[in-house]
């Protein structure tokens, strides 16, 4: 399995579609869906509806999230915008305005 990484220099406006790992440190505006798993890194910012199985968001996500496993929101990390997922994670320091479905 490959992982596509998005540098902080980089950034990306459009549809990222793909089966492996992505992991963005640039700027995405768009749409991203990728089969594996999405991280958001610190330095990230994304404008962009997300589906994965999982997503993990230490950056900001201004978007709405779907995920097939798990959303986890790190400490420092901010989403604005809706999550669908069965397992949401949000830990202590972290930043969520938005809705949460959690039925599958």
Same mark, same amino acid.
């Given at each position: 399995?490959?992982?596509?990484?998005?540098?902080?220099?980089?950034?990306?406006? +459009?549809? @990222? !579609?793909?089966? &492996?790992?992505?992991? #963005?440190?640039?700027?995405?505006?768009?749409?991203?869906? *990728? %089969?594996?798993?999405?991280?958001?890194?610190?330095?990230?910012?994304?404008?962009?509806?997300?589906?994965?199985?999982?997503?993990?968001?230490?950056?900001?996500?201004? +978007?709405? @999230? !779907?995920?097939? &496993?798990?959303?986890? #929101?790190?400490?420092?990390?901010?989403?604005?915008?809706? *999550? %669908?997922?069965?397992?949401?994670?949000?830990?202590?320091?972290?930043?969520?305005?938005?809705?949460?479905?959690?039925?599958?």
């Amino acid at each position: 399995m490959a992982e596509t990484i998005i540098g902080n220099n980089i950034a990306i406006e +459009g549809e @990222i !579609t793909g089966n &492996d790992s992505l992991t #963005i440190f640039g700027v995405v505006r768009g749409r991203i869906q *990728v %089969k594996e798993h999405v991280t958001v890194a610190s330095s990230a910012r994304v404008e962009a509806s997300v589906e994965s199985a999982s997503v993990e968001v230490a950056g900001l996500v201004q +978007g709405n @999230i !779907t995920a097939a &496993d798990k959303v986890e #929101i790190k400490s420092g990390g901010k989403l604005v915008g809706d *999550v %669908k997922a069965p397992r949401i994670l949000i830990a202590d320091g972290a930043s969520f305005k938005g809705n949460i479905n959690m039925q599958g």
